[in-house]
């Protein structure tokens, strides 16, 4: 058996056949399938297979596929489920997902069931709706276990097997102050069956203050305490440290997922889009994609305006022109990795904005080795074509490879601190440090490139070509 | 309070007085503090004092301390610490990260610690330091709780409350079969907790096949896998199904962030650097950027050599010249756009390997009209400029005009084919479709994009300029 034969998917080959189905058959298949699976299929069936399959579903499994955010979707199938059965699904799922789902909602959809939710849903729905996106309060979810801190361990696990069924997670017990109503400790349930039954339940966790989150912390930051603190669950506090909801690590998976490909776009130079390629329209292609283009492409036109400056010297030195390609390029080149360095640098802490002038004392030597590199095999390559006859350059040719190997060094370090000064000036003015792009970052060093190289040129040449 | 002052870590403005006391106070600072912070202090101690705190700490302690991935140095503090404190810290330390250090560790440090393991360590050991990186059997740990089929709920509590402590988790309780040992079920410890104490074992797991990997999976397949099913843990399973470790999230957390910043920096047109910003020396720092940008480089001579091809023409319309950057860096965009799509894409699954031609079909239609966006552009910036009396472009300008147009919708549309079916191409040859980098699409398209617009050019000018 290889490994990739191993695959631990039930890639369906009878996905297909099971549209032809009648739906309970369809839900019958569907409630033996894992969650994901079944929702694999759902995706795929149409909208009114896909709505007389849930129908047919036991409650608690169509609650269960809702309560994935693979499901997509959501919104028609619920318009088109019977209110009654769409009210008592949405009851019944976290939190979370509820929010989720209410967001993409539109009306009247959205204040028809609205209206149907129970009481404890609506409250919860309200609450959750107002978090601005990317902040821990869109990532929380209201189920969460609490106990006061004067009850026994034995108590609390006797709780927990009470209220399981409608809990996110029971793995963290929040332990709060039985009258202020005050976070004082979380307790794993490791801890908690592995302790005494007896032990009050706030002698049972670790005598430190939890990792809590505001509703407001970003889902970034979220990530990352998570990763420092190996957590499997945080709790959101408000300003007087009450519980208010609680972030589990499979959203904060999905999360870094979606930030991943948030920064992918980004860097790559296009507008963040949240759904699979093959589901993006033709029209909202061109938009997330023109948009961006057109404003490097203006940007990029103050190159034309550089070299008509400098026409003269382009009509006395045609040979010039042969290697702005690549000078552009190398700045261009030099620029992405910086920034790449240190979008990662500032997004992972590793660096912090106060110490962006460390950073260009760093570049600044980089840059200049990194341009006398190429520099050098610039000046070889002209050498060797000139020697050997491959193309002639003219009886300067020597100055010229001089020239260009000066620009290089100029235009690469040039590029090495732009790109890494950029990151530090967009977190500095509130923006995300990812979207300093590398079509961003070149078309910047573009047009200051053939400025450095045609004054490198009218130094060096002034009196022989120019 | 702002959600700014919010922050939960301990920022420690002691930090630095810590260093000034003796080795036995620090430890008692370093014992009352959260992992996390603990490590974030030992850090930024120098060596020397980083030992004795250690080797002043309670064992259960500097154990904690060793088993989080955060804690720098350890081969040297290893090196320093009495050998038999290291021994018993490695015995005691989860074997997920006794492997990661063994694999840094060089020799004699290396083989002088392996022989005082205790030898329940090295067999784990031994396993573990065999798989490849980035592939499960790296990130799996061999602690994990399995018990045989026939036992029953309450037993099988039980002995979780025994063996807790030497778990990396016990919140997933595999249950094997008691002859052959094959895999059966998955059993959560939520569900174990709330189940009918003389239920049998095999009886409270849902009843289907559990989600399990290769050690060779891929880790990134991994990641997946956890986001799909929203796990805490995976059992990793030979070809027979026997259990021969687990992969936890905290590990899948951070190596999904090694991940993305790994993909960052290839994007950027680098080498992965896997060490923070400042702790990158000059030379290495050379290393990892200087070869990539060399071949880029030699990549972007092409250029050059296109150019001279086209010395005549050059010659006779200087003018064409001025538009070169525009032109070039315009199909270097919508490559890194359309390269930066894909790449996501196919990491997602959204698309498979044989779809290509279909992302083909949609980039062609995509490319074409972003061209034309592009080129209409231009011709109102030429014919503005030209009418406005900016600039003289000669007598043809509309002819230039339209040639320009033209190339862009050809060079911008060859980009976004390009920038699209690179990451295929690449995973088709079986590299990481993630080493598609913008600055390599640019290189890419540049070339391409230089022929075909001197090319459009002698199709449209021919008669006139040229």
């Known amino acids: ?24 058959a369809i839900a019958q298949h569907l409630a033996a399938m894992r969650p994901a699976d079944a929702i694999e299929v759902l995706n795929n069936l149409d909208i009114d297979d896909t709505v007389a399959a849930i129908a047919h579903l036991p409650h608690e499994q169509a609650v269960r ?29 976290s939190a979370d997902r509820v929010t989720d ?78 009258t202020t109503k005050v976070l004082q400790r979380v307790v794993t349930l490791r801890r908690l069956i592995t302790s005494e039954p007896d032990a009050p339940i706030i002698s049972v966790g670790r005598d430190e203050t939890p990792v809590a989150i505001s509703p ?40 870094m997922t979606e930030d991943m490909t948030e920064d992918a776009y980004k860097f790559g130079g296009l507008e963040a889009i949240d759904k699979p390629y093959m589901e993006i329209g033709l029209p909202e292609m061109l938009k997330k994609r023109g948009g961006w283009l057109s404003i490097l492409f203006l940007g990029e036109m103050l190159t034309a305006s550089a070299m008509q400056h400098f026409e003269v010297e382009l009509e006395k030195a045609v040979v010039l022109t042969l290697f702005i390609p690549l000078i552009m390029s190398s700045g261009g080149n030099s620029g992405s990795q910086a920034t790449s ?34 520099g050098a095999i610039c000046m070889i390559r002209i050498a060797a074509w000139q020697t050997l006859g491959f193309y002639d350059y003219g009886p300067h040719w020597m100055l010229i490879a001089v020239t260009v190997a000066a620009a290089l060094i100029g235009i690469v370090t040039f590029g090495s601190l732009a790109g890494s000064m950029l990151p530090f000036i967009l977190q500095r003015l509130g923006f995300d440090p990812a979207s300093a792009s590398a079509p961003f970052v070149a078309t910047l060093v573009d047009v200051t490139g053939l400025v450095i190289y045609f004054t490198v040129a009218l130094i060096f040449l002034s009196g022989t070509l120019l």
């Not at 056949?17 to 009648?22: H, N, Q, T, V």
């Not at 596929?65 to 799922?93: K, N, V, Y």
């Not at 729905?125 to 990532?139: F, V």
């Open 341 to 374: 360095l240190l979008i990662r640098a500032l997004a992972l802490k590793d660096i912090k904005l106060r110490d962006w002038w460390k950073v260009a004392l760093r570049e600044m030597p980089t840059g200049i080795a990194l341009g006398a590199l190429l």
């Open 101 to 178: 789902i209410f967001q993409e909602l539109e009306d009247p959809t959205r204040t028809r069931l609205f209206v149907i939710l129970n009481p404890e849903t609506k409250a919860a729905l309200k609450k959750l709706l107002h978090y601005p996106e990317n902040t821990a309060g869109s990532l929380m979810t209201t189920e969460f276990i609490s106990v006061p801190a004067t009850w026994t361990a034995s108590r609390t696990l006797q709780y927990i097997r009470e209220v399981e069924r409608s809990r996110e997670t029971v793995y963290a017990i929040y332990i709060v102050d039985p």
């Open 1 to 24: 058996m290889t490994p990739n034969s191993f695959s631990p998917e039930v890639t369906n080959p009878e996905i297909l056949d099971i549209a032809d189905l009648p739906a309970a």
């Open 216 to 255: 407001l912390t970003d889902r970034e930051e979220v990530a990352r305490l998570f990763r420092r603190h190996d957590l499997l669950a945080v709790p959101v506090v408000d300003d007087d440290r009450h519980v208010i909801g609680i972030v589990t690590v499979d959203d904060v998976l999905d999360a």
């Open 65 to 93: 596929l809702f309560d994935q955010p693979e499901l997509r979707r959501t919104d028609d199938i619920l318009e088109h489920l019977p209110l009654d059965l769409a009210g008592s699904i949405l009851d019944a799922m």
